[in-house]
């Protein structure tokens, strides 16, 4: 009888750690409103535009409960997020945008980034990021300027 009764509750806590456990989400809006609850009639805590990385930490109905790259805790309604891909904001005051994974490498014209700047990644080499940003502008950047998910 233990052993039935076991097969059958590790399943149900799995799924229940599964549903509630923390994942990388992107905003893919051009621009979203975060939230301090669950729907629009509370207060815009943010406004973020596209690629803002979030981490969802729980859900109701059809709000997520997030952190962003601060710490701080916000609501943003599913439709205005993805997990098909990984985003980065810049965490430091400044990132230099580089031309090729490494600091022997130009700078780009739209160097430098600076904080909550956002990018959708599309590759890592080494310490090295390859992010292009909402208007299809690419370039490399130093992996700890950024908070990635």
């Not at 059958?8 to 994942?23: D, G, H, M």
């Not at 439709?79 to 980065?88: G, P």
């Not at 904080?115 to 909402?134: I, M, P």
């Amino acid at each position: 009888m233990y052993r039935v009764m076991i097969h059958l509750i590790i399943p149900a806590i799995l799924v229940s750690f599964l549903a509630t456990s923390v994942s990388a989400l992107c905003v893919n809006a051009s621009v979203a409103n975060l939230r301090n609850g669950p729907g629009t009639k509370y207060k815009k805590t943010w406004e973020v535009f596209k690629y803002m990385p979030l981490k969802k930490i729980g859900k109701k109905g059809k709000w997520y409960r997030v952190r962003d790259v601060d710490g701080d805790i916000h609501w943003i309604h599913k439709d205005l997020v993805t997990t098909k891909f990984k985003c980065a904001v810049v965490k430091a005051d400044t990132a230099n945008i580089r031309t090729g994974p490494g600091k022997r490498y130009k700078k780009t014209e739209l160097s430098p980034a600076i904080r909550y700047d956002t990018f959708k990644v599309l590759k890592f080499k080494g310490k090295w990021v390859r992010v292009v940003d909402e208007f299809g502008d690419k370039g490399w950047i130093f992996r700890k300027l950024l908070w990635i998910q």
